[in-house]
């Protein structure tokens, strides 16, 4: 009936079961042919195209035989399912434990022996890594080549890697490469010569999760001089007293005594004046460091550096900063090394790098979920592969309390019982903090707990290959794209499996699934359970009660169906805010992606095409010919490309910046009526179409008035950044344009009240 319906996640892969029959019937019959024969025969099969039945039965038996032969892994029925349904242009749902890194291997191999060039994108550089090794020589046996791009890597390396024909990275790795190419210069190939097709593991942790994080090219900039000195007084500030917080605790601001305080500490008379700006913004940035990012929960101090924790996954976020100002804020904080103003050079969306794709698929164990945001967001079709066994793990109704402190207690004498029974227990918290606390509740009840959090994910292979062992008890953040199965030890099984104990809901259903599909892999006894209270942060961020159950157990339980279905709104509530502030993030973003693709057709021009410059110089100059034939020469046309490259670098640059500033007032257009989205692409548009002008314009005073003996920028006084480096922004910690749109017009409606459900 859902199929009927046409909702998402529900596509058929039933139809190709009987090719899934085929392919092992000729595995089959394939055993004593030599491996070179059956490289031959899986080239001719690809040859004619993966879109013939025939050809793809054949070429998926060969390299299914193959795979026995070189990896010791022979896929099953239900992977080859997979495989087919993959290379037919399908994201498939596979269950924890069905052996996704295999199907990858086979449908990356079919891709790339259909002449296509593929990259397969993993959740993390470990797994790239990993994968790439592991798959390659199954690869080297069909005749192709892979390699892995990973953070560290010389540019040398990396330039070769590309050059594979199976590339394993992350999409931040494949996106810093592109916005490298778009900064280079004449003569310097590009690193990532197309964007074909993409193999997606975990394709809704990479794609969705991840879809709106900004990507960045920085170069290096003077460092703010006002930053050590403002951070040094706030840090000093006391809530109540010189600064307030709101009630959910997502803004800070200054009270009139702390304004006073700042004011006579830095010899001011007037710290709204507008020569005062700079300190104004400073001072907001150390606040907003000072008063709501948290060590432990929003960061980890490790190495001597501040380290981001990516909420959907509880554990480092490599190369990952804050912006406006806010990650030297917090350097300053600890107390650290400051590690460099920066500017933006370029920036885009993790989306906007998926979306370069001629051909997207993936898989992932909670893809069913993400179907329908996959389909709107990317047009892709989803469909679920079943298990090769049946699964016989038990989901247990969640145990609600009233506290979580007596949501704590219970899940900890709830983990006692089953690790003194044997049982081997994985427990899921929301953050560093939360892990490293309840270990240590653990440890005070007799009970050793191994964590993996964002101090020490390095080593979170070995933990997980653990996690198994009778009576073994891991304490872990977010579950999602850890890549490695959880297999019981001896007398696991018997003890009843493993227990997956979630600490509280997360913001959506999707990670709670993945953390229940840790238990149960193919048909491993298990069973989980999550215990939850109503002080959840997935509830207190959404909704305020004001009347609470009226009679709880002793314990703090609560059994009211009534305060469970509130409990299951509030993530549906929180789920849709996230899913809102996805769209609307894309749609301000839509037109600069347009405007990037025009200026790098240019761009891209003036690299390729001697004809390209001459048109540019003729804008230049249009009534001064003598000028063009000047700069045409072959000793100084090098020197005039570079020119109009940096200023339309410049150009675009600047472009961002003052789109940047304009989105942070842009919500203010509703008070007149006026449809914030609209207006800011509007804007948009028109300053985009002053960049030509401009950088003509540029150009012509830069080289009228260059010296005879120029050689280089430097001789024109002109200067690109000494150093650049790669980064991704978190979440704006001040709020997205989406946000400050929401709930500025949530206020207006409730009178500045918070949101509330009261039950009578």
């Keep these: 009936m859902r199929r009927l319906r046409q909702e998402p996640g529900t596509a058929d892969l039933a139809r190709y079961e009987p090719l899934v029959e085929e392919i092992l019937a000729q595995r089959a019959a394939m055993r004593s042919r030599g491996d070179a024969d059956l490289a031959q025969s899986a080239s001719r099969a690809l040859a004619a195209g993966l879109s013939n039945d025939g050809a793809l039965v054949r070429f998926l038996a060969c390299a299914g035989e193959m795979s026995r032969r070189r990896l010791d892994m022979e896929p099953f029925a239900c992977q080859l399912l997979a495989a087919v349904s993959m290379l037919r242009g399908h994201v498939v749902d596979m269950a924890t434990g069905e052996g996704k890194t295999l199907v990858g291997f086979l449908v990356a191999a079919g891709l790339a022996g259909a002449s296509r060039r593929v990259h397969v994108l993993s959740a993390n550089d470990y797994l790239a890594g990993r994968d790439a090794a592991a798959g390659g020589p199954l690869f080297s046996a069909l005749g192709l080549s892979c390699s892995a791009v990973v953070d560290g890597m010389e540019a040398t390396a990396r330039a070769e890697a590309h050059r594979s024909d199976i590339v394993y990275a992350t999409v931040h790795q494949i996106g810093f490469d592109l916005l490298r190419d778009r900064q280079r210069a004449p003569g310097v190939s590009p690193l990532v010569p197309e964007q074909d097709a993409v193999v997606v593991d975990e394709i809704d942790a990479v794609l969705l999760d991840d879809a709106m994080v900004p990507l960045v090219l920085a170069g290096d900039a003077e460092p703010a001089p006002e930053g050590a000195r403002v951070t040094e007084l706030v840090g000093g500030f006391a809530e109540g007293e010189e600064y307030e917080v709101d009630g959910d605790r997502r803004s800070a601001s200054f009270t009139a005594a702390g304004i006073a305080r700042l004011e006579d500490s830095l010899c001011i008379d007037n710290l709204y004046a507008p020569e005062h700006v700079d300190l104004l913004a400073a001072a907001h940035v150390a606040l907003h460091a000072h008063a709501l990012v948290t060590r432990d929960v929003d960061y980890v101090v490790a190495e001597g550096r501040v380290r981001l924790v990516d909420d959907a996954r509880g554990r480092v976020a490599a190369r990952r900063r804050w912006p406006d100002g806010l990650q030297e804020a917090v350097e300053r904080k600890e107390g650290l090394e400051v590690t460099g103003q920066a500017e933006i050079l370029d920036q885009m969306l993790v989306e906007t790098v998926a979306r370069g794709y001629r051909t997207i698929t993936g898989m992932s ?396």
Aim: charged fraction near 30%.
């Design 365 to 760: 164990g909670t893809a069913a979920e993400a179907a329908e945001r996959l389909e709107e967001d990317l047009g892709l079709t989803t469909g679920a592969v079943p298990t090769g066994r049946p699964c016989t793990r038990r989901d247990e109704p969640d145990r609600l309390h009233l506290t979580a402190a007596q949501r704590d207690a219970a899940a900890a004498g709830a983990v006692r019982d089953a690790h003194a029974a044997g049982q081997p227990v994985l427990i899921g918290t929301g953050s560093v903090a939360e892990s490293e606390r309840f270990a240590r509740r653990l440890a005070s009840a007799g009970v050793h707990a191994q964590v993996l959090n964002a101090k020490n994910d390095a080593e979170e292979a070995k933990v997980i290959a653990g996690a198994g062992r009778a009576g073994a008890v891991t304490v872990s953040t977010q579950m999602a794209g850890r890549g490695v199965d959880i297999r019981l030890g001896p007398g696991a099984a018997e003890a009843g499996g493993l227990l997956v104990l979630g600490l509280g809901r997360y913001d959506s259903a999707r990670l709670d699934r993945q953390l229940r599909g840790r238990a149960g892999r193919q048909g491993d006894p298990g069973r989980s359970v999550f215990f939850t209270s109503l002080e959840d942060d997935v509830v207190t961020e959404q909704l305020r009660i004001r009347r609470p159950p009226r009679s709880p157990d002793p314990d703090g339980a609560v059994r009211s169906p009534r305060f469970t279905a509130l409990y299951a709104h509030a993530q549906r509530v929180a789920e849709g805010r996230l899913l809102q502030l996805h769209r609307t993030t894309r749609r301000y973003h839509l037109s600069t992606d347009r405007h990037r693709r025009a200026l790098l057709e240019v761009r891209e021009r003036l690299l390729a095409e001697s004809e390209a410059l001459d048109e540019c110089l003729h804008r230049v100059w249009p009534d001064a010919p003598e000028l063009r034939e000047a700069w045409n020469a072959p000793g100084v046309r090098r020197l005039a490309l570079e020119v109009v490259l940096f200023h339309m670098d410049r150009a675009w640059m600047e472009h961002l910046g003052r789109m940047a500033a304009e989105r942070e007032g842009i919500h203010l257009r509703v008070l007149g009526r006026q449809n914030p989205l609209d207006e800011f692409t509007a804007l948009a548009a028109r300053d985009f179409q002053g960049i030509r002008a401009e950088v003509e314009e540029a150009v012509r005073r830069i080289l009228e008035e260059a010296p005879e003996d120029a050689a280089g920028l430097a001789d024109l006084g002109l200067r690109r950044p000494s150093s650049t480096w790669t980064y991704m922004v978190t979440d704006n910690p001040f709020g997205s344009e989406a946000d400050r749109v929401v709930e500025f017009l949530g206020r207006a409606v409730r009178g500045g009240g918070p949101p509330a459900v009261t039950y009578v």
